[in-house]
């Protein structure tokens, strides 16, 4: 079997749409298009006849800037420290205490019948002692 060759010419080609005409619209490309235009214009001219260095802003106004940033800097690091200090208050400190076999079972056995953690009665435990003693 020979595959069978395909002209071009038996696709049949949908014509071209036409643009809306919106008239503001049209009078944008124009500008556009002539905007382009110059711009190639002056991309072919020499480059000396171009200026490429930006305005540079009054000496007053660019201290008014630097100083703005540098608060604004100096705020975000305080309210940094300030973020760091309050979780450093939240960190949990842990003790290891070394319990009699007898005396793990009954804290099990405590922590189980009244569903709470085993850590939970002993800081209460831990709490009750310090304000009985006055700490």
Not at 39 to 58: C, F, K, M, Y
Not at 108 to 134: C, F, P, S, W
């Given at each position: 079997?020979s595959?069978?060759?395909?002209?071009?010419?038996?696709?049949s080609?949908?014509?071209r749409?036409k643009?809306a005409?919106?008239?503001?619209?049209?009078?944008l490309?124009?500008?556009?298009?002539g905007a382009?235009?110059?711009?190639?214009?002056?991309?072919?001219s020499?480059?000396?006849?171009?200026?490429?260095v930006l305005?540079?802003?009054?000496?007053d106004?660019?201290?008014?800037?630097?100083?703005?940033?540098?608060?604004?800097?100096?705020?975000t690091?305080?309210?940094?420290k300030?973020?760091?200090?309050?979780k450093?208050?939240?960190?949990?400190?842990y003790?290891?205490?070394?319990?009699?076999?007898?005396?793990?079972?009954r804290?099990?056995?405590?922590?189980?019948?009244?569903?709470?953690?085993?850590?939970?009665?002993?800081?209460?435990?831990?709490d009750?002692?310090?304000?009985?003693?006055?700490?």
């Amino acid at each position: 079997m020979s595959k069978a060759t395909i002209d071009f010419q038996q696709f049949s080609l949908a014509p071209r749409r036409k643009p809306a005409t919106l008239e503001p619209s049209e009078a944008l490309l124009e500008v556009a298009a002539g905007a382009e235009a110059e711009a190639a214009d002056d991309i072919r001219s020499e480059p000396a006849e171009r200026d490429t260095v930006l305005p540079r802003l009054p000496e007053d106004e660019r201290r008014r800037r630097t100083a703005k940033r540098a608060a604004e800097q100096q705020d975000t690091r305080r309210r940094l420290k300030s973020l760091k200090r309050a979780k450093d208050r939240a960190i949990k400190f842990y003790v290891n205490v070394p319990l009699e076999q007898e005396m793990k079972e009954r804290l099990m056995r405590a922590a189980h019948e009244n569903d709470v953690k085993m850590t939970v009665i002993m800081q209460a435990a831990i709490d009750t002692y310090l304000e009985d003693n006055g700490y």
